[in-house]
């Protein structure tokens, strides 16, 4: 079994940055692609970013050159750098992983590409 537990959200104002941590434990030997998704209230929840075991990374035209994922697989952590807020980045963050793409495999982009699900952690970004 995987454990994904996220950390680092909280109360902003537009235009500053926060950085998210995504923790995995348990079976964490098998992970290739993790990813951020993020829910905001009565909304689907949507793709953030995503990141491959050898760093190939997606993102959501939304976030694309404010937002950066990156992981550290010796630590089983994975992070989003988030900049330049807005308060439309206000949702639920996501963290999600996988254990099917394989290492060279590209980071899926879509929710049912993910077995493994944080709790996820409030990002609320007031203007």
């Known amino acids: 079994q995987v454990q994904l537990v996220e950390s680092g959200g909280g109360l902003v104002q537009a235009g500053d940055s926060l950085r998210l941590s995504c923790a995995a434990s348990g079976r964490t030997f098998g992970l290739y692609a993790m990813g951020w998704f993020r829910q905001a209230p009565g909304k689907e929840r949507e793709f953030v970013a995503s990141?491959?075991?050898?760093?190939?990374?997606y993102y959501a035209d939304s976030v694309k050159g404010r937002f950066t994922i990156s992981r550290d697989n010796a630590k089983n952590t994975m992070y989003l750098q988030m900049n330049s807020l807005k308060p439309e980045d206000t949702a639920v963050y996501y963290c999600?992983?996988?254990?099917?793409?394989?290492?060279?495999?590209?980071?899926?982009?879509?929710?049912?590409?993910?077995?493994?699900w944080g709790q996820g952690t409030q990002v609320t970004v007031s203007s």
């Open positions: 999600a992983a996988e254990d099917r793409s394989g290492r060279w495999g590209t980071p899926p982009r879509v929710l049912n590409g993910y077995p493994y």
């Open positions: 990141i491959s075991r050898s760093a190939i990374t």
